[in-house]
């Protein structure tokens, strides 16, 4: 068939959509291409896919939802397309209909175990990777019906012990219901559980609803049938979903005679349908006795490989030595724990940024996320995931998950480095040949230092961060590569001192193009902020040139680039306290948040515990964070809706806040907050890994004014200088083992 390959096909198709009244996509595609700079990747395949079936669910949803509005719905669909809420986005143009305004989903689960079931903001449980979901309704006798997606008022919340469970409590006047849901192990086998509790002022139905839907949109059921001992349903060809108890009366739908909500009340029952549509739909109904608690728990087995045995006390065994912290703040103790929790659930093997839209790898948020493991003390979970990373390299030595990105091979060596560091453990002999190999990779790929462009010696043009705008020259890739050769070098040093030589000129030749870049955009722009490539002007894309100082900290913490590039995103680029994102994403983003936040307290800048606060503050009540929050409804509007990456620096700002590695020293408490020490209550943080061994510290304040800090340390070599630095009180530097100071506040304290 090589000869196809010579047929005219551009005229071909040119001719043919000329011919049907369409726009010449050739001559559209050429266009789109002239706003980007020429690249050898247009946009990785990978994110094409997952855009094509994003967008394909959208297409199925704007055919069913818009003519179906009597059918009970998710959440974000009851707000999205209801004119009298804020979430209302008209429809009049959209080929897709999407959620944008409500992507909020908690993950539960249970260690190592891949499947990671999702909960919606009112408690809607989809068992499976973008199958089916589970909800709870009340009806009374009387006809009344409580729906939580159409519920005025509801609660949620997670708790995270003995294992995580999401609560949401909704209720109207005369009835309250109560649905938990949460991954168990059962006979070896993990088990997801959804529970429901209702209470009633008259006699009516406790009733499981199956739905052919999830927190995206539809999600197609062809075939149900009710158990024989009417105990549990069989949906398609997935596990059977198992109640607790007999279902006393039974109905199911298809989608030519509407939702079964609408038929809950028939005297006649079916146990079986059949929907070529795939909008079957079943409820099972249990009764309730008028002021008496009725509970209901369905019941199924989660997909999970034979040959890995699952641990009884995983989540004990999981936590036990982890990083813990104690602080007076309810709510930041529990977005911490929440989100080491959200560490382990999506570390079974890889580790994936999201539970649902973004359950797949990429280098760039495994990085983060591994560097969170590390700091949290789930080595054992960061290991693993490691092991995985040489199986993704190409023979020439690019690390790839996605085509086109170029930032890849510096994440992956730094993540190596920072590895060996917080572990003290040397990479074994294997790595040496992808180590060698990824570095070699970031030589070839520079440009000519010679070329007289603003982009000399710089990495090509590429898609990188997809925030950061279309392909381009961007500082973000640059500043990885930077750090991944300074990596090598590290990770040579002793083993091959020719090599660690070798990668370590190669990052000088490599910083030195870089800022003779930087330096022609300072004058162009006429201040030192960096841009995102030497092409643009300052914009939101700029976030992604903070890489020079967090995490990879290439220059010191008051590099005038740096700190002029955080003023004007603070200045330009900040909605309601948080970074607003404007490319692609258009909502806040808590994980972007951050890495501002990082930048200010490692230059000693009291502004960044604002920007923890209002991290904090625009959290779900789960803990968690999407993407991308929309400014107006608080809810997400991007990506994932429980999106790891975010709970991973979560983990590292508050790390950072107690601990951090500034050279050859140790940072102390530089980032507790005031208000904590003046709640006159003992602070912990530890046993906290570091480059130099791992810490324990304990925050005294005393009556009067003064704080005794503590410190306990394992050193893996002489002690570090160490800096306490605690805020409002006369900084110190030491050394040694362990010890303890009594701190004096300074006189501008209060």
């Known amino acids: 068939m090589t000869w196809m390959k010579w047929l005219p096909w551009r005229f071909v198709i040119r001719h043919v959509a000329r ?49 179906n509005l009597d059918w009970v719905w998710p959440y974000w669909v009851e707000r999205q397309f209801d004119p009298r809420d804020p979430a209302f986005i008209p429809r009049a143009f959209s080929i897709t209909h999407v959620n944008l305004t409500h992507r909020n989903w908690t993950a539960i689960g249970y260690p190592d175990v891949d499947e990671l079931p999702i909960v919606d903001p009112r408690g809607l449980l989809t068992p499976q990777l973008d199958g089916f979901s589970l909800d709870g309704w009340l009806l009374t006798e009387d006809g009344r019906c409580l729906l939580p997606s159409r519920a005025a008022t509801c609660r949620q919340y997670q ?9 949401t409590e909704t209720g109207e006047p005369g009835m309250a219901l109560t649905s938990r849901a949460w991954v168990e192990l059962d006979a070896g086998s993990p088990v997801c559980k959804l529970r429901l509790t209702a209470r009633s002022d008259s006699d ?16 197609f059921i062809n075939e149900v049938r009710l158990l024989a001992d009417r105990d549990g349903w069989q949906v398609d060809d997935a596990p059977e979903v198992r109640f607790s108890q007999p279902a006393e009366q039974h109905h199911v739908s298809d989608y030519g005679n509407g939702d079964v909500h609408i038929h809950l009340q028939d005297r006649e029952e079916q146990t079986e349908v059949r929907c070529d549509v795939g909008l079957a739909t079943a409820a099972a109904l249990f009764p309730v006795k008028a002021g008496e608690a009725a509970e209901i728990t369905a019941s199924m087995v989660l997909p999970q490989d034979q040959a890995t045995s699952l641990d009884a006390e995983a989540w004990q065994h999981t936590c036990r030595h982890r990083c813990r912290l104690e602080c007076p703040e309810p709510r930041y103790q529990f977005l911490y724990d929440a989100a080491v929790t959200s560490l382990v659930l999506h570390s079974p093997d890889d580790v994936y940024p999201g539970p649902y839209t973004y359950k797949r790898f990429w280098f760039r948020d495994a990085a983060f996320i591994i560097h969170a493991l590390l700091c949290a003390g789930l080595t054992d979970r960061a290991e693993r995931a490691l092991k995985r990373f040489p199986e993704r390299q190409t023979p020439l030595g690019y690390f790839r998950s996605q085509e086109g990105e170029w930032d890849a091979n510096g994440e992956v060596l730094w993540i190596l480095r920072r590895y060996t560091e917080l572990t003290g453990r040397d990479l074994p002999s294997q790595w040496h040949g992808p180590l060698q ?23 090509p043009p590429g898609f990188s961060a997809e925030h950061l705008g279309p392909n381009d020259y961007y500082f973000w890739d640059d500043f990885w590569g930077i750090a991944g050769l300074e990596s090598a070098a590290a990770l040579f040093a002793n083993s091959d001192p020719g090599q660690a030589l070798e990668f370590g000129q190669a990052a000088e030749a490599f910083s030195a193009a870089v800022d003779r870049s930087l330096a022609g955009c300072a004058t162009r722009l006429k201040r030192p902020a960096m841009p995102a490539s030497p092409y643009r002007r300052l914009d939101a894309g700029a976030i992604g040139s903070l890489a020079l100082g967090y995490p990879l900290q290439l220059g010191p913490a008051r590099d005038p680039r740096l700190l002029d590039s955080a003023e004007f995103l603070l200045h330009r680029c900040f909605v309601k306290g948080a970074f607003y994102q404007d490319m692609i994403h258009s909502g806040l983003n808590a994980y972007l948040t951050l890495h501002v936040a990082q930048v ?27 993407e991308a929050i929309h400014p107006a409804t608080g809810g997400g509007c ?7 990456w975010a709970a991973a620096e979560w983990v590292l700002m508050l790390r950072n806040c107690f601990v951090r590695e500034e050279g050859h020293s140790l940072v102390l408490g530089a980032g507790i907050p005031a208000r904590w020490l003046a709640a006159g209550q003992p602070i912990r943080f530890g046993p906290a890994p570091t480059s130099f061994g791992p810490v324990s510290l304990s925050i005294r304040p005393r009556p009067g004014g003064e704080t005794r800090i503590e410190w306990r340390a394992e050193w893996r070599g002489p002690p570090p200088p160490l800096e306490i630095r605690l805020p409002g009180f006369e900084a110190v530097t030491t050394s040694g083992e362990s010890g303890d100071l009594l701190l004096n506040p300074t006189e501008a304290s209060p």
Do not use: C
Not at 159 to 167: E, F, G, M
Not at 603 to 622: C, F, H, K, N, W
Not at 638 to 644: A, K, L, P
């Open 19 to 67: 011919r049907q009244g369409f726009l010449d996509p050739i001559a559209l595609l050429s266009r789109l291409h002239g706003f980007a700079q020429p690249s050898e990747v247009g946009e990785p395949i990978e994110l094409l896919r997952a855009g094509v079936v994003f967008h394909a669910r959208g297409l199925i949803n704007s055919r069913v939802i818009q003519h």
């Open 159 to 167: 708790d995270l012990t003995p294992q995580p469970t999401i609560t």
């Open 204 to 219: 009516g139905w406790v009733v499981l609803a199956l739905r052919p839907q999830n927190p995206e949109g539809v999600s």
């Open 437 to 459: 190999r990824g570095a070699r990779w970031i030589i070839r790929k520079r440009l000519d230092d010679s070329l007289d462009a603003p982009h000399a010696g710089l990495l």
């Open 600 to 626: 200010l307290l490692r230059a000693g800048d009291p502004r960044y515990l604002e920007l923890m606060d209002t991290v904090a503050d625009i959290a779900s009540p789960t803990g968690q964070w999407p």
């Open 638 to 644: 991007m990506g994932d809706g429980h999106h790891v």
